[in-house]
């Protein structure tokens, strides 16, 4: 069995992730590729200890890439879009 802490990898900060948390209290996270959405309400609500209203997942294949004539892979990733209950806030995330 998977921990709170391997569930969850690194939170995602992007215009769209910024524009997120401002109006709609939803947080991007890179979360464990076999993780399911219970798992990640679980572990969010666990290692965070705030109140978790719904989880949307996205799964983001790996894109193919060219250095000169080598031809490689990007890592795939699944990401988690956390929406906290009302009057919800993270701290370390409120000066991103």
Do not use: Q
Not at 65 to 70: Q, V
Request: charged share 35%; aromatic share 8%.
């Amino acid at each position: 069995m998977r921990g709170s802490h391997d569930v969850l990898k690194k939170p995602i900060f992007t215009e769209k992730a910024t524009y997120l948390k401002e109006t709609g209290n939803k947080l991007i996270v890179e979360v464990d590729r076999k993780a399911n959405k219970i798992e990640i309400k679980k572990a969010f609500e666990e290692v965070f200890k705030v109140k978790v209203v719904k989880v949307a997942t996205i799964n983001v294949p790996g894109k193919k890439k060219k250095w000169g004539r080598s031809v490689g892979w990007s890592s795939a990733m699944k990401k988690a879009v956390v929406t906290l209950g009302k009057g919800e806030k993270l701290d370390f995330i409120e000066g991103v």
